[in-house]
């Protein structure tokens, strides 16, 4: 059960970002709904290891808005309630 509500908990948590971020995109193209838009990027900038024969460069970033906070908020809340029915 436990990885039942592991695999839920993502399942919610993936669908409730694609959501806000499908939100954001569409709130974005209506004039009194923009304010679902706002949000940073945060991250680390580019780290770049170069040893003769191999090179590479790493970069890790999340963008966040509104919309997608209130999705994820209203993700970990189905999650709440449904959780406990799963056997």
């Known amino acids: 059960t436990t990885m039942k509500r592991t695999l839920l908990l993502l399942l919610y948590l993936l669908g409730g970002i694609l959501l806000g971020t499908l939100l954001g995109e569409l709130a974005g193209k209506v004039s009194f709904l923009r304010w679902l838009c706002i949000g940073e990027t ?15 460069s790493l970069s890790f970033q999340i963008s966040l ?23």
């Open 42 to 56: 945060i991250g680390l900038d580019s780290f770049a290891v170069n040893l003769a024969v191999l090179k590479f």
């Open 65 to 87: 808005n509104i919309a997608m906070l209130l999705c994820i908020a209203a993700a970990i809340f189905l999650y709440v309630k449904t959780a406990s029915k799963i056997r």
